[in-house]
């Protein structure tokens, strides 16, 4: 089983430069998540999804936007990048479950550059 | 507010000792779930244990165990009998049941304490 799948591993971008993470995940999960982790910081939300077709923000949305028009995607962009958007991003992706008690699995991680 | 307190950025323990790392939350929900996750030097997040708020009884898993104490809002994860496999970063999560369309589904970390296991 893939699980979460992120894409890509490791990029570089220059300032102002637009790109897009794609989060896949293949476990039929309603929900999923994209961090930042950033040293001292731990992870911070960015925005988040309940379902194909809504987003909402997290705690630290601003430069980024996200779709999901299928279930299995969760797509994160940065319109115009900027060196504090350096980071290592992280997917994640939960079933809601009962009483709250599914755990959320996490891709590898992205680590982004930007110079 | 942080959702999520860890309050020990780093901590050490020798092989084989047992090692307690602390969490605190903040949420006025009856219905929440704790998550505590393991992230080696490798970078990837390994779910470790979960607790419900209305478990009447403490979560086990193999040597790990949550310290449950609702009251005071705290889901402390101990580690016993320690390996130095275990040196990692370990973060404490939260999830509210939040009905409120704001927030739902919102999964909170701390910042992570950061664990050095030696021989």
């Known amino acids: 089983n893939a699980g979460v799948t992120q894409t890509p591993k490791f990029r570089v971008l220059k300032t102002g430069q637009s790109m897009t993470l794609l989060c896949a995940q293949d476990m039929n999960h309603e929900y999923m998540y994209w961090y930042r982790q950033d040293p001292g910081m731990g992870l911070r939300l960015i925005h988040y999804s309940v379902g194909e077709g809504t987003t909402a923000k997290g705690e630290v949305p601003d430069g980024y936007n996200v779709s999901r028009l299928k279930k299995q995607n969760f797509l994160l962009g940065l319109e115009s990048a900027a060196p504090s958007q350096t980071s290592v991003y992280f997917c994640?992706?939960?079933?809601?479950?009962?009483?709250?008690?599914?755990?959320?699995?996490f891709g590898q991680g992205t680590r982004l550059t930007v110079v | 507010a942080q959702k999520i307190t860890q309050t020990q950025p780093g901590m050490f323990v020798q092989e084989k000792e047992a090692v307690t790392l602390d969490c605190t939350y903040d949420?006025?929900?009856?219905?929440?779930?704790l998550f505590w996750y393991k992230q080696p030097s490798s970078g990837e997040m390994i779910f470790l244990i979960y607790q419900g708020s209305y478990d009447e009884q403490n979560a086990t898993e193999g040597r790990y165990s949550l310290n449950f104490q609702k009251a005071r809002k705290s889901a402390n994860l101990v580690i016993s009998a320690s390996q130095l496999g275990d040196s990692a970063m370990y973060f404490c999560a939260m999830r509210e049941k939040a009905d409120r369309g704001s927030t739902l589904g919102r999964l909170y970390f701390g910042r992570g304490t950061q664990l050095t296991v030696w021989p």
């Open positions: 994640a992706s939960s079933y809601p479950g009962r009483d709250w008690n599914t755990e959320a699995f």
């Open positions: 949420t006025s929900d009856q219905s929440y779930g």
